[in-house]
């Protein structure tokens, strides 16, 4: 069934567990998501970025989430709509019948500009405002997601902004916190540890003074009843990246957020961990290797259905680490 994003986060803090959310642009990740909460009875958040939106088009990202609910009756799904650029967004994707938006109030309606405090308040209370009325979950952001080693947001042509941006913007201050859930009410808020979006978050892997786990547990001490979201939450799998270079691709050498950290992150109040990144790599390193192993062969299908196994072993490692398994 179609569920709020409130209905699975307060069961997610009740029993102590995360909820990964996949982006999804595609009808082969769709299934890779739906298989693995299947076979690991896991509750599941699907959304869509405004890439996937333009992408696909929002009806077929509809259609397709509403397929999974009807194929996976037995499994709750969130229709959750990512990084929201204006209170006008959140109404267009509430009208189109998603359950959870995002309104993203750290970044301009560019999607890149920094904001003052007083305008995120103001955009994040009037779509909170507007969404509670239709029983829908609204996800705020306070902080600018980015690299704490370089002050850049990361990936260039997606969400994120624009220029440096200083360690204070980094990183969410914790009393800021807990003033905009006060004035916003939002069900949920991700927060800036250092992450960024994309696959060249760390040149190395990360320790405490790039990635601020530690920050979330001041943020959860001053917001106990506060559902705190990890965003830019990839690992950049080590192994999908070997096989990426090994059958002709070109990416260097990169780190993600280890999924043990991720963990300990949910000890400490994280219940939806944001992953795009990783269902991308294992997606396109399947293709590559299918296309290189066989290369007679011309029916899209075969490396299609190649990515839905590959991005099916992300999901279920995620649901199993992250405890969502058994939660259905
Ligand atoms: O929010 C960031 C996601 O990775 C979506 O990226 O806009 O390229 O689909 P996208
Ligand atoms: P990744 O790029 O790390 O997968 O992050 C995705 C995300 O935060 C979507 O909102
Ligand atoms: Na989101
Ligand atoms: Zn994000």
Request: proline share 5%; glycine share 10%.
């Amino acid at each position: 069934a179609l569920v709020s994003m409130r209905q699975l986060l307060d069961h997610a803090a009740e029993h102590g567990y995360g909820i990964p959310a996949f982006n999804v642009n595609n009808l082969e990740q769709v299934q890779a998501i739906m298989e693995a909460a299947r076979e690991t009875d896991s509750p599941v958040i699907l959304q869509a970025s405004a890439g996937a939106r333009k992408y696909a088009g929002a009806p077929f990202l509809r259609h397709l989430i509403e397929a999974a609910v009807e194929m996976y009756p037995e499994i709750p799904v969130t229709m959750h709509q990512d990084h929201g650029t204006s209170p006008a967004v959140c109404q267009r994707s509430i009208q189109l019948g998603f359950s959870s938006v995002m309104m993203d109030g750290s970044l301009g309606t560019d999607g890149k500009t920094p904001t003052d405090y007083e305008y995120n308040v103001e955009v994040t209370r009037r779509v909170v405002e507007m969404a509670h009325a239709c029983g829908v979950s609204v996800e705020g952001e306070l902080g600018c997601l980015g690299s704490l080693e370089t002050g850049q947001a990361g990936e260039e042509d997606g969400v994120g902004a624009e220029g440096t941006l200083d360690h204070s913007q980094l990183l969410t201050d914790p009393d800021e916190a807990a003033d905009f859930v006060k004035k916003t009410h939002v069900d949920a808020l991700a927060i800036a540890i250092g992450t960024s979006h994309g696959a060249y978050k760390f040149t190395r892997p990360p320790t405490g003074d790039i990635l601020a786990i530690g920050r979330i547990k001041e943020i959860h001490a001053r917001i106990p009843n506060t559902h705190l979201v990890m965003h830019g939450s990839s690992s950049v799998p080590q192994e999908w990246l070997k096989i990426i270079n090994e059958f002709g691709g070109d990416m260097g050498a990169t780190y993600g957020v280890p999924v043990e950290e991720i963990v300990e992150g949910i000890k400490h109040g994280v219940r939806k961990v944001n992953i795009d990144t990783d269902l991308r790599m294992a997606s396109t390193g399947a293709v590559r290797k299918f296309l290189h192993d066989k290369p007679k062969e011309f029916d899209p299908r075969k490396f299609l259905a190649a990515t839905r196994t590959a991005m099916k072993g992300i999901c279920k490692d995620r649901y199993e680490a992250f405890g969502t398994a058994g939660n259905a």
